[in-house]
């Protein structure tokens, strides 16, 4: 199996403390103005992706649905996660581009 960039660039922000993961501390995150990129699980229920694509569009904060729980969460050492929010704005952007070219954003501004 061919490795993934875009899990292995959030692995490394997440081994560097730079990631919020479950839906209450990607929330607190997103709302504090500590998110610089949501990823949401691709098998995440229609109301949660629904949550976080409004909450991430209203704070013009970029987002994707990418992977699904499982691997969302392996990438960072977790068990299963529907969502997780880069805290750092190099390493999120870093991920924005493997995102952009697996043609995976959703630009919610450009913060």
């Known amino acids: 199996m061919k490795p993934d960039n875009v899990l292995s660039m959030i692995g490394i922000a997440a081994r560097g403390g730079n990631v919020q993961s479950g839906e209450f501390s990607t929330e607190k995150a997103v709302k504090g103005g500590k998110a610089y990129l949501t990823v949401i699980a691709s098998d995440a229920s229609e109301n949660t ?3 976080f694509r409004d909450m991430c569009a209203y704070r013009d ?3 994707a649905e990418y992977a699904d729980k499982e691997r969302l969460g392996n ?3 977790k068990k299963h996660r529907a969502s997780l929010a880069v ?5 999120a952007k870093a ?3 493997k995102l952009t070219q697996a043609g995976q954003l959703n630009n919610g ?3």
């Open 61 to 63: 904060i970029p987002y």
């Open 87 to 91: 805290t750092d704005e190099h390493l």
């Open 95 to 97: 991920v924005m581009n």
């Open 49 to 51: 992706k629904k949550h």
């Open 109 to 111: 501004g450009n913060k």
């Open 75 to 77: 990438c960072i050492g």
